[in-house]
C-alpha cells in the first residue's frame, strides 16, 4: 500500500491584499484577513436594510448568518430582525430591544421570549420585569410556576393583589376579562 505524501506548502497570493503568504497562516501579517490562502470566504445568511434611516439607523435591518469575512450579521436598526439584533423593536433570537422585543433571549422594557429579561415587563419560560409572568418569574407583580415578587400568584401562593393588577392592565390594554 502505497504511503501518502507529505502536504506540501507553498506560498500563494492572499485572498485580500494579494501579498504573497504562505499557505497554512491563520491570518495575513500584511492586512490582517483570516486565513489568507483560502478562497473568498462565502458569505451566509442573508442581510437587508431600508433606505430609509433615523438618527443614522435603518428603518428596517434583516440579518441573518455570516459575512464574506466570516462575523456575525447583527441587525440594528429602528425595526431589528435576526439571529442577533438590537433596535426599538426586536424580533431575534438574541436580541436587545429599546421599546419592545420577542426573542429567544432578549433583554428590554418590554419583552417576550422564552428568558425574557424585561424592566416592565417580561412574559416568558424565565421572565424578569415589574410585572413577570412566566414559569419562572421574578417581579413586582408576577403569576408563574415559581417566582419572586412582593405580589405572587402561583400554585403555592395565591396573591389577589397580583390577579387585580394584571386584570387592570389587560384592560388598559383593550383584553376585558369577564368576572
Known sequence: MPRPQ???????????CRQ?????????????????????????????????????????????GRDHEGRLRVAKGVIAIGQYAIGAFTLAQFGVALLFGIGQ?????????????????????LATGYAAIGQLAVGYYAIGQFGIAQYFWGPDRHDPQSLEFFRRLLEKVGWHLNR
Open 6 to 16: 507529505p502536504k506540501v506548502l507553498v506560498d500563494v497570493p492572499c485572498r485580500s
Open 20 to 64: 504573497t503568504v504562505r499557505a497554512d497562516l491563520k491570518r495575513c501579517p500584511y492586512c490582517g484577513v483570516p486565513f489568507p490562502a483560502r478562497g473568498q470566504v462565502p458569505s451566509s445568511g442573508f442581510e437587508w436594510k431600508t433606505e430609509t434611516e433615523f438618527f443614522g439607523y435603518p428603518l428596517v435591518h434583516v440579518a441573518f
Open 105 to 125: 433571549f432578549i433583554l428590554g422594557p418590554i419583552v417576550l421570549g422564552q428568558v425574557a429579561i424585561g424592566i416592565l415587563f417580561g412574559a416568558g419560560q
